[in-house]
């Protein structure tokens, strides 16, 4: 009888580490899955948000910059819905390149950003680039070139960084100091 009950013992002591092994191997990947979720539940808001800025009739101020070296013709604009800032654009070229930079916030916070490069090389071939940063909460929470999603990185924390700073440069208008760090 004794001998049973510690066959049947080891038994439930087995098929235990069987479900613990199991249960350590699937909550991991539920765990991803939802924050996976979570993520695309949020793009989908910043995206909804951003075609909802861009349907809008808003307020614009313009203003120009430039640094030697840096940046010519560089123009910076605000647009508002009612008193808060909620998109700003800033463009400008160098040499044979140029760009333009889309920062949209909700409620103050920066949400999204999409930047698009152009240049020509010395053949005169024409190059592009386009970035996308979506933010929640003051971190990037997805980071894009071209149509490929990438790991986040500094630039696109500089992204972050640029986009902050600039809603503060609607009161100094010192946007060389910002974008020709």
Sequence with gaps: MLLKL??????????????????????????????????????AAIRAAFKKINTLSLKQQQFKYESDGRVEDGIVQYYFQDNEIVKIIESGSIGDGSWKNEYYYESGKFIFSYEKLVGSSAEGEETKSEYRVYAKDGAAIRYMEDQKILPVDSRATRKLDIAEKLLKAYITKNFAAILCE
């Excluded at 510690?6 to 990947?29: A, D, E, T, W, Y």
């Design 6 to 43: 510690n066959i049947l013992g080891s038994k439930i002591v087995r098929l235990m580490n069987r479900i613990i092994i199991i249960l350590m191997i699937v909550l991991p990947v539920l765990n991803v899955r939802a924050q996976q979720k979570s993520i695309e539940t949020d793009i």
